[in-house]
């Protein structure tokens, strides 16, 4: 897949997310995140499906293929959820987390950097911001990161999903309104838009959209940053 957009926004008189990732030493955290994407591969069909009197409607399972694909690689990477502060449900977590030892002396022994994947509905967003928020003022994480389809991509996805320039505009908002309440302290995110690799097959036939993701598992025990093996998702096309 590749990163077709990227944006870490700097809070007034702050470093960005992706700054701070870097200056406390857990950038291999952001590059295990960026090479779980990159090294996935992603065809889809050049036409979305289209359902008589509702329009598109999207490839059937794409947004469940790349939450399958990505948490296939990211697990193998040794990330995992991390239940939300003060939550009281067990699913209220952060989708990803992962610590690195700190190095620091008089600071934390671990610290870590959370992921939220939304490839679903839009209006899920916001929650995402908050409960990565939550983390970074608990001290769980440092920033948080948030990976969702590219403008391009969306159109093959279904109605009302998350994409890149909507989510930028709700993150951008998200930090005015906590600038405007005078935070002691803002928080750092990285937002990733991701699209397919390519266009393929003939969907003609079939009368629906498909894909094919090919996902890389890592061997972070051996050091391996290439993928080792392959899992797929969606219809074996």
């Not at 697990?75 to 449900?89: D, E, H, I, N």
């Not at 620091?104 to 929650?127: D, K």
Request: net charge neutral; hydrophobic share 40%; aromatic share 8%.
């Amino acid at each position: 897949m590749q990163i077709k957009h990227y944006y870490s926004p700097h809070a007034v008189g702050e470093a960005s997310g992706e700054a701070m990732i870097f200056k406390l030493g857990v950038g291999q955290l952001l590059d295990e995140i960026r090479q779980s994407i990159l090294q996935s591969h992603l065809i889809i069909s050049n036409t979305p499906t289209v359902t008589k009197g509702k329009g598109i409607t999207g490839i059937p399972n794409l947004a469940g293929g790349l939450n399958d694909g990505l948490a296939a690689s990211l697990r193998s990477l040794g990330w995992g959820p991390l239940k939300a502060p003060g939550a009281q449900g067990a699913g209220a977590r952060l989708d990803w987390y992962k610590t690195l030892p700190s190095g620091i002396s008089f600071g934390p022994e671990r610290i870590g950097v959370g992921v939220e994947v939304q490839f679903g509905n839009n209006f899920q967003f916001n929650a995402d911001l908050q409960r990565l928020n939550e983390a970074i003022l608990q001290g769980s994480i440092v920033a948080g990161v948030c990976i969702v389809a590219s403008d391009r991509l969306r159109i093959y996805k279904a109605d009302r999903g998350a994409y890149f320039s909507q989510e930028k505009q709700k993150l951008d908002r998200h930090l005015a309104l906590l600038l405007g309440s005078g935070v002691a302290r803002m928080p750092g995110y990285v937002l990733i838009g991701i699209e397919h690799d390519e266009f393929g097959f003939s969907d003609a036939k079939v009368g629906k959209g498909q894909f094919h993701l090919a996902a890389p598992i890592f061997d972070p025990v051996r050091g391996v940053l290439g993928p080792i093996g392959y899992e797929y998702f969606g219809e074996n096309i």
